[in-house]
């Protein structure tokens, strides 16, 4: 997208729904699986809707995070490292703590909120628990406390790690493209004609219609223009 001077919101979009779909097709298979063919206590008691909200955030979770690390990864062979990384490792990790640290009547650590691994792992472990040595969890109102907050991590996870990935996408240098001002976010509400304006972004930037006066003395009016339609394909 980026080559071609195209905008990455389709990317974006596309590919988002694309991933998200293969997972959603991926869960519902297993699921169905563990229900209806296996007949698992845990998939065929617990709230089909809380199971559902669960899956969905973690999906969106897979792929904002994708999109997150997929900033700092040029080639596909340390991409699958990363990949399995977070998919496993990550993963048993959250369970060793589980199991080891945060048993019950201990609960899961802040910090551990802020990896999405680990929230979705706490929440397997308590349904689980409650599934073996009481009842499943038959409605969503009828979740402990930390289980509802895990639910919680999962969507701001989500929600965070997709809009670092878009804002970190536009700023970090990468193989193609020119990276964007780390607040060019914010530039549409100054004045290009401010000092401080000036002074965060650069005459560059500013002087899209120069005259003749700057460092653009002598530019043909085709470079111009052609200038000056980037600077506002940039703006959008």
């Known amino acids: 997208m980026k080559i071609n001077g195209m905008r990455m919101t389709y990317y974006w979009l596309v590919n988002f729904m694309f991933n998200l779909s293969i997972f959603l097709v991926t869960v519902a298979i297993y699921w169905l699986t563990a229900a209806f063919w296996f007949k698992m206590n845990f998939f065929v008691n617990t709230d089909w809707k809380l199971l559902s909200l669960i899956f969905f955030g973690w999906g969106l979770c897979q792929v904002s995070l994708a999109f997150f ?41 802040t910090f551990a909120y802020l990896i999405p691994s680990f929230p979705y792992m706490r929440l397997f472990y308590n349904m689980a628990l409650d599934c073996a040595y009481s009842t499943c969890f038959q409605s969503i109102s009828s979740v402990d406390q930390e289980t509802f907050n895990c639910l919680i991590a999962i969507y701001v996870g989500a ?36 000092t401080f304006y000036r002074a965060v972004y650069g005459n560059d930037e500013v002087d ?11 530019e043909d009016d085709d470079s111009k223009n052609e200038r000056k339609n980037v600077h506002l394909i940039d703006k959008g």
């Open 159 to 194: 929600v965070v790690y997709f809009v670092l990935a878009i804002y970190l996408n536009q700023v970090v240098p990468s193989m193609y493209g020119v990276p964007k001002h780390p607040l060019f976010c914010l530039r549409r509400f100054f004045s290009a004609k401010s």
């Open 69 to 109: 690390f997929s900033v700092f990864i040029n080639n596909s062979q340390t991409a699958s490292i990363v990949g399995y990384t977070m998919s496993i490792w990550a993963c048993t990790i959250a369970v060793t703590m589980n199991f080891t640290v945060w048993h019950i009547p201990h609960k899961m650590e």
């Open 208 to 218: 899209v219609n120069d005259g003749g006066t700057g460092d653009l003395a002598g």
